[in-house]
């Protein structure tokens, strides 16, 4: 058992509001310069819709993740090139996203309003290309297509919207039944990364401290294997520098015990983060489940923390004690683990993302009936089969087609809003509350635990940052006799002075 740490993170998306201040906050940090002008680590993306860039989804057209090899062992490979197999395609990708598919950067000649002459026209500012400098008419940027503009453009194309059929895509697209839910997006850090794996430099690795995957710039070669090979497009090339880069979540905040910006500047408060222990011995045979299997799969690969037996083994791999205690109190084990409400994106990819989402409950129970707006139901589960979203589009995006895990986590959800309305209305009995709740595999208790969390949580709540021993791990690496013992590092117990 080679039990390792890892910073995850949750993101609920009943609570985004698609305010995209995480964006931006992300952007003024880590992208505000020369070669990063198009890049959105952190972006936030209307669903349906094709994404950024677009129709990122599709693997037939870019070719990211891991894919089966076909051979009858269950093995898998990188869907595009291998860190030797990519040497022959250096100078030609035909995976590679083009300039078009994000967007060209754009200012406008502001000088022009203050240069301009005596006129009868109003003057304007044109806008010209941020990397060429030359005049430029717009005809895309970031998140345009927010909030379904030109739905039958840009949601109609959605790849995820396939799983559907013709009835419920007509559907989706009428009028008054026009739906959509916001969907935010950084690097997921993969327990098992397609960037890392394709990268005939080797300048991507996940740090063994916190398994947050990096990019080291000296080692970089610009050879942009990486970008065509994650299937999440969170890797971008600098046209400036001719380096690659990504979302390092913040480490610096992180090792200062700060939480990453877009956390931090969340209006919604949607985000959780914190740290899970889990198996890397499994990662080869949950790679090779079959795609309705790979939810459970990954759970199991997530260990419990206060299990005995993994603590002891957690300290003989070398993860401190405060890094378990860590474990202990991190929401995104409770929302991954033993609630089962936080599910992976496209996890078909094979790349086991360290990220979880909370799919959304508004889209799919909001009805209108006249001028009144109804979510609720004689029936209480019943709305999920009358829904507006289908349940088939959101088990495409979080569970790999697995409709059951998504009924599973929205049952639960609207579960715990009818135990919360009883204990405010009183409209229930509680014979009824507690047969919903026994519906939904919940008990009061941890109805009233998903409440607290969800709706009321504390910043230390939310965010649950572990000690990363940074200090202490380099000065294990100039000595490690004086540190005999020292955990948390990737260290074994450093042997015995030689007399």
Same mark, same amino acid.
């Given at each position: 058992m080679d039990i390792r740490s890892q910073v995850s993170m949750v993101f609920h998306l009943d609570k985004c509001i698609g305010c995209h201040t995480c964006s931006i906050a992300c952007k003024n940090v880590w992208t505000d310069r020369k070669g990063a002008e198009y890049m959105w680590w952190n972006n936030v993306e209307t669903k349906p819709g094709t994404g950024f860039p677009t129709a990122w989804e599709d693997q037939d057209q870019y070719g990211g993740g891991w894919e089966k090899t076909g051979n009858g062992q269950g093995l898998v490979k990188l869907r595009t090139n291998g860190r030797y197999r990519g040497i022959a395609n250096i100078f030609y990708n035909p995976k590679l996203p083009l300039l078009d598919d994000y967007y060209e950067p754009w200012t406008y000649r502001y000088q022009d309003l203050f240069t301009a002459g005596p006129s009868d026209d109003q003057p304007i500012a044109r806008a010209v290309s941020m990397i060429t400098g030359k005049p430029i008419e717009i005809e895309a940027g970031p998140n345009w297509d927010d909030d379904l503009s030109g739905s039958t453009i840009y949601a109609a194309n959605d790849p995820n919207l396939a799983a559907l059929t013709p009835a419920q895509r007509q559907q989706m697209f009428e009028v008054e039944r026009l739906v959509f839910f916001y969907l935010p997006r950084i690097c997921n850090h993969c327990s098992n990364p397609s960037c890392v794996a394709s990268c005939p430099s080797g300048a991507l690795y996940k740090r063994g401290e916190d398994g947050i995957v990096v990019l080291n710039q000296d080692r970089c070669r610009g050879w942009r294997m990486c970008v065509s090979s994650c299937p999440y497009k969170k890797t971008y090339f600098n046209w400036s520098t001719g380096k690659s880069e990504k979302c390092i979540l913040c480490y610096p905040r992180l090792e200062s015990g700060q939480a990453p910006a877009c956390f931090h500047s969340c209006v919604g408060r949607i985000r959780y983060l914190g740290v899970v222990l889990y198996d890397a011995d499994k990662i080869t045979d949950v790679v090779r489940r079959p795609d309705e299997e790979l939810v459970d799969a990954q759970r199991e690969m997530i260990l419990d923390p206060h299990d005995p037996e993994v603590i002891r083994q957690a300290r003989a791999c070398g993860v401190h004690d405060s890094v378990i205690e860590a474990a202990q109190k991190s929401p995104v084990y409770k929302f991954v683990k033993e609630w089962g409400l936080a599910l992976p994106l496209h996890i078909e990819f094979r790349t086991m993302p360290m990220l979880f989402y909370v799919p959304p409950l508004l889209p799919i129970l909001g009805n209108g009936e006249g001028d009144v707006y109804d979510t609720t139901s004689n029936d209480f589960f019943g709305t999920l089969d009358q829904n507006r979203l289908p349940v088939e589009y959101l088990a495409r995006l979080f569970s790999a087609g697995? *409709?059951?895990?998504?009924?599973?986590?929205?049952?639960?959800?609207?579960? *715990?809003?009818?135990?919360?309305?009883? &204990?405010? *209305?009183?409209?229930?009995?509680?014979?009824? *509350?507690?047969?919903?709740?026994? &519906?939904?595999?919940?008990?009061? @208790? &941890?109805? @009233?635990a998903i409440y607290k969390l969800t709706s009321l949580p504390l910043f230390d709540e939310r965010f649950v940052i572990p000690p990363t021993h940074r200090e202490e791990a380099i000065a294990a690496l100039h000595d490690p006799l004086e540190f005999k013992g020292a955990t948390g590092f990737g260290f074994r117990e450093a042997p015995e002075r030689a007399p």
């Amino acid at each position: 058992m080679d039990i390792r740490s890892q910073v995850s993170m949750v993101f609920h998306l009943d609570k985004c509001i698609g305010c995209h201040t995480c964006s931006i906050a992300c952007k003024n940090v880590w992208t505000d310069r020369k070669g990063a002008e198009y890049m959105w680590w952190n972006n936030v993306e209307t669903k349906p819709g094709t994404g950024f860039p677009t129709a990122w989804e599709d693997q037939d057209q870019y070719g990211g993740g891991w894919e089966k090899t076909g051979n009858g062992q269950g093995l898998v490979k990188l869907r595009t090139n291998g860190r030797y197999r990519g040497i022959a395609n250096i100078f030609y990708n035909p995976k590679l996203p083009l300039l078009d598919d994000y967007y060209e950067p754009w200012t406008y000649r502001y000088q022009d309003l203050f240069t301009a002459g005596p006129s009868d026209d109003q003057p304007i500012a044109r806008a010209v290309s941020m990397i060429t400098g030359k005049p430029i008419e717009i005809e895309a940027g970031p998140n345009w297509d927010d909030d379904l503009s030109g739905s039958t453009i840009y949601a109609a194309n959605d790849p995820n919207l396939a799983a559907l059929t013709p009835a419920q895509r007509q559907q989706m697209f009428e009028v008054e039944r026009l739906v959509f839910f916001y969907l935010p997006r950084i690097c997921n850090h993969c327990s098992n990364p397609s960037c890392v794996a394709s990268c005939p430099s080797g300048a991507l690795y996940k740090r063994g401290e916190d398994g947050i995957v990096v990019l080291n710039q000296d080692r970089c070669r610009g050879w942009r294997m990486c970008v065509s090979s994650c299937p999440y497009k969170k890797t971008y090339f600098n046209w400036s520098t001719g380096k690659s880069e990504k979302c390092i979540l913040c480490y610096p905040r992180l090792e200062s015990g700060q939480a990453p910006a877009c956390f931090h500047s969340c209006v919604g408060r949607i985000r959780y983060l914190g740290v899970v222990l889990y198996d890397a011995d499994k990662i080869t045979d949950v790679v090779r489940r079959p795609d309705e299997e790979l939810v459970d799969a990954q759970r199991e690969m997530i260990l419990d923390p206060h299990d005995p037996e993994v603590i002891r083994q957690a300290r003989a791999c070398g993860v401190h004690d405060s890094v378990i205690e860590a474990a202990q109190k991190s929401p995104v084990y409770k929302f991954v683990k033993e609630w089962g409400l936080a599910l992976p994106l496209h996890i078909e990819f094979r790349t086991m993302p360290m990220l979880f989402y909370v799919p959304p409950l508004l889209p799919i129970l909001g009805n209108g009936e006249g001028d009144v707006y109804d979510t609720t139901s004689n029936d209480f589960f019943g709305t999920l089969d009358q829904n507006r979203l289908p349940v088939e589009y959101l088990a495409r995006l979080f569970s790999a087609g697995n *409709v059951g895990k998504i009924r599973y986590a929205l049952r639960k959800m609207m579960a *715990v809003r009818y135990f919360r309305r009883n &204990e405010t *209305v009183g409209d229930l009995s509680q014979a009824q *509350v507690d047969a919903l709740l026994a &519906e939904a595999d919940c008990s009061r @208790e &941890e109805a @009233e635990a998903i409440y607290k969390l969800t709706s009321l949580p504390l910043f230390d709540e939310r965010f649950v940052i572990p000690p990363t021993h940074r200090e202490e791990a380099i000065a294990a690496l100039h000595d490690p006799l004086e540190f005999k013992g020292a955990t948390g590092f990737g260290f074994r117990e450093a042997p015995e002075r030689a007399p």
